[in-house]
């Protein structure tokens, strides 16, 4: 059974960066593909960025050139790093696990999700 773990985010002040770790066990990680979405009250998730089972990456228009995603097939780890933060960054951040080799900019097309994690940015 594949579990999903994430740790990190907290509070910041803008222009601050954060990270957030994404942990995946029982599954067979070097073939998944692993999305960032975030979430805010009342809000569906927002694609944040993906990467693929060789570590191509994607993200949204609204983070790319801020956050880069990275992941260690050794370690069953995915990685978001957040740089240069605005206060419109504030949400709940959720890792994903696509059971396929090539990611998605669809929330639907992941299977497991994190549990999610706050990400504060003050202004």
């Known amino acids: 059974q594949v579990q999903v773990q994430e740790s990190g985010g907290g509070l910041v002040q803008a222009g601050g960066s954060l990270s957030v770790s994404c942990a995946i066990s029982?599954?067979?990680?070097?073939?998944?593909?692993m999305g960032w979405f975030r979430q805010t009250p009342g809000k569906e998730h927002e694609f944040v960025g993906s990467?693929?089972?060789?570590?191509?990456?994607a993200y949204a228009d609204s983070v790319r050139g801020r956050f880069t995603i990275s992941r260690d097939n050794a370690k069953n780890a995915v990685f978001l790093q957040m740089n240069s933060l605005k206060p419109e960054d504030t949400a709940v951040y959720y890792c994903?696990?696509?059971?396929?080799?090539?990611?998605?900019?669809?929330?639907?097309?992941?299977?497991?999700w994190g549990q999610g994690t706050q990400v504060t940015v003050s202004s």
């Open positions: 994903a696990v696509r059971y396929s080799k090539y990611s998605s900019r669809e929330d639907n097309d992941y299977a497991l």
């Open positions: 029982g599954g067979t990680f070097s073939s998944f593909a």
């Open positions: 990467i693929n089972w060789i570590g191509t990456t």
